[in-house]
């Protein structure tokens, strides 16, 4: 097997933890000597050992000039475990081969660095652009400083979230259903307007066998007119964040508090509350992926503020029309085609009886 197939299975190693390492990246290690996988190992979550740590534990002394693979550069920090470069050096690997270099500036080359000091063969950028997209939310959080956005809707084929009469559930079918609760289990934060809240009522947790749910659980909410019988408040997996404008009532947030929720007011922006200032709190809380589900003036806004990294959209066999119905993607919306933002790495497969169609409006670019 070459290089390339090495750190597939780096990924595909690292993806079992995935939606458990935040604020951690994922990270896969493989240790092949003579063409034989002698160590394998990935990263659980933080606070466990690293994903080359691991797999060189396995290897024992048959990592000696052996080759260590591993989808993102060795830490040379010392954080809440040793530095991964000073495990490899002693081990006396030979040759490293990894997708990228590790935005956190603490390290940002700086492994890469003392490997190849350290007299090691170091090669960089093999599935680069797979291994960022791979770690999208980490790269997100670590290079812009907020979460990597998701946003996430099931719509008819004409695009519609909801009848004329509000009426969403369900558009789509269980299987799909099950796929959102995946989604939920795998990101920090979802959120939803305060529209959705009212009109569904929804409680915002991933459900399923072992599944835990986000970290975080916001709505959208100028005024705090979240109802204090509201679902989401009633349940006590993930913190409620509400965001509000700066002239929400007093006794409204006090209420809401003694509910459970977080109160967090911020800026108004031209279409609601300011995107800028939800993000900034959310990264400062080491939120590094929100998924958004809605409504359709939360999508429009996001749309327009420009903050999707991707789009993962559910659509059924079927139809609502109607102008009165709400969209994906209300608004004004795009003038010229030309200007049309268009998705980049597509991918589409079935969910049962609906499909779902995943897209990057911004992908990632892989540090090297
Ligand atoms: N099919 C699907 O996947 C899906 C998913 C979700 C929802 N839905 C449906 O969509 C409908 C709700 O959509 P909606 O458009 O009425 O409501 P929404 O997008 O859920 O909430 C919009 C409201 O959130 C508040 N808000 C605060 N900051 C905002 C910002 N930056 N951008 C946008 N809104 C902001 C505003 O109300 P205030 O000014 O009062 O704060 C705004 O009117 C429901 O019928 C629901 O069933 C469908
Ligand atoms: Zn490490």
Known sequence: MGDRQHLEECIRLASQAR???SPNPMVGALVVRDDEVVGRGFHRCPGDPH????????????ARGATLYVNIEPCSHQGRTPPCVDSVLQADIERVVVCTLDPDPRVSGGGVEALRAGGLQVDVGELADEAARF??????????????????AAISLDGRLATRSRESQ???????????????????AIAVGIGTLLDDDPRLTA??????????????????RTPLAAKLLGESSGRVLLFCGPDAAADAEAELGAAGAEVVRVHRGDNGLSWDDILAELAAREVMSLLLEGGSAVLTSAFE?????????????????????LSLWGGEGIGELAAAPRLRHVRHFDLGDDWAVEGYLQAPEPPL
Do not use: M
């Open 19 to 21: 939606g458990a390492t």
């Open 51 to 62: 994903a080359e740590r691991v797999a060189l534990d396995e290897a024992g002394d048959r």
């Open 135 to 152: 770690n999208e939310a980490y790269l997100s959080y670590k290079t812009r400083g907020v979460p990597f956005v998701t946003a996430k």
């Open 170 to 188: 369900w558009i789509t079918g269980e299987i799909a259903r099950q796929r959102t609760h995946q989604l939920r289990a795998e990101t920090d």
């Open 207 to 224: 459900r399923g066998d072992n599944v835990v749910g986000p970290r975080y659980r916001v709505v959208l909410d100028t005024n705090l």
């Open 305 to 325: 503020a420009g903050i999707i990294g991707k789009l993962f959209l559910v659509y059924a066999p079927l139809l609502i029309g109607g102008s009165a119905a």
